[in-house]
């Protein structure tokens, strides 16, 4: 199991992107930039679970899933927050 420490702010929100009970919030990685100034970041998606490949975690009513190589590659543990405009924000809690 993995853990996710999210502000009950942030879980509101997400309850109300969650649209049906099949939909969860996926931790994944996003590739930005192009060339030798692209770089990977952290982020959230919608996405149902793959039985197969994903973990999944419940933080309160909202279920948090990612891939099980993920989880190897950036640890067990994560932190969401909001930065100074808003946007989300997940870091890797360390372990």
Same mark, same amino acid.
């Given at each position: ?9 942030? =879980?509101?929100?997400?309850? *109300?992107? $969650? @649209?049906?009970? %099949? ?5 994944? &990685? ?11 970041? =952290?982020?959230?998606?919608? *996405?149902? $679970? @793959?039985?197969? %490949? ?5 933080? &309160? ?18 932190? $969401? ?15």
């Amino acid at each position: 199991m993995f853990e996710v420490t999210v502000p009950e702010e942030m =879980l509101e929100k997400l309850r *109300d992107m $969650l @649209d049906d009970e %099949e939909s969860c919030v996926r931790l994944r &990685e996003y590739k930005t930039g192009g060339g030798c100034h692209s770089k990977i970041v =952290l982020g959230l998606g919608i *996405d149902e $679970l @793959d039985e197969d %490949e994903d973990e999944r975690v419940q933080v &309160e009513d909202v279920p948090f899933i990612a891939e099980k190589d993920f989880l190897l590659k950036h640890g067990r543990k994560y932190t $969401l927050s909001f930065s100074d405009k808003k946007e989300v924000v997940l870091t890797p809690a360390g372990e």
